[in-house]
């Protein structure tokens, strides 16, 4: 399988959040193969509807954003680097994960984020960069529609990705984006089936995950945070 682009990703262990994220977006990241949607009451609209564009990325928390390899490193090598980099970080315990609309869509996000994860995602980003391939001037303007901060783009513009070090906010998306009225009918819900998984949590391992041609990101290794 040819892989295009490749991220750190966190991911959850087998377990019943894993499952349930993994049919709701309907892909199954760590198996690769596609999952029947589960049948939720009182939904506004179909499931495939509500997560379309998260589908191909897979129940997940982005720690470094997608990117291609840089020219002179290869992808053994980066896998190399990354199970290092897991070997010397420690699991971060939270107080839980919790049902937020951030904007238009909906995700969980940690409780009172700890500083160390915020730390241990900047050390994600910086240590691995040497394997990023410059953002394209597709990618950078694509990423500028967004109406960025001066902040955030310069951190565009030396990370490739906007949302990074003090931008950074530990999120796994479950919808794209929602209309105002759907929004709060698709969390009421979901918020009965989450609530018992998602506390208490410990971000306890790091993902090299990567994107074959049809925009699927797949789970190639998984690291536990043994520092």
């Not at 290869?74 to 680097?81: I, K, M, W």
């Not at 970080?89 to 919790?98: F, I, K, W």
């Not at 490739?160 to 709060?184: C, I, Q």
């Not at 979901?190 to 990567?210: H, M, Q, R």
């Amino acid at each position: 399988m040819k892989l295009n682009r490749f991220a750190v990703y966190y991911t959850p262990h087998r377990g019943a959040l894993a499952e349930f994220g993994a049919a709701w977006l309907g892909w199954d990241i760590a198996s690769g193969k596609s999952v029947a949607h589960p049948q939720l009451a009182h939904l506004p609209i179909p499931v495939a509807n509500i997560t379309a564009t998260p589908h191909k990325y897979g129940f997940h928390a982005t720690i470094k954003p997608p990117f291609r390899l840089a020219d002179g490193h290869s992808f053994t090598a980066l896998q190399g680097a990354l199970e290092s980099l897991c070997k010397g970080l420690s699991p971060v315990q939270t107080e839980g994960l919790c049902l937020t609309q951030l904007g238009r869509f909906l995700a969980l996000t940690v409780r009172n984020p700890p500083p160390a994860l915020l730390a241990l995602a900047r050390t994600a980003v910086k240590d691995l960069d040497q394997f990023r391939a410059p953002a394209s001037a597709r990618e950078l303007a694509r990423r500028r529609q967004s109406n960025l901060s001066a902040r955030q783009e310069a951190l565009l513009v030396n990370w490739g990705y906007p949302y990074v070090l003090d931008e950074f906010r530990f999120h796994m998306t479950l919808t794209g984006k929602l209309s105002k009225s759907n929004a709060p009918a698709v969390l009421s819900a979901l918020e009965p089936i989450l609530s018992p998984l998602i506390t208490p949590f410990c971000l306890d391992a790091l993902s090299l995950v990567g994107e074959d041609d049809t925009g699927r990101f797949h789970e190639i290794s998984r690291f536990i945070l043994s520092g």
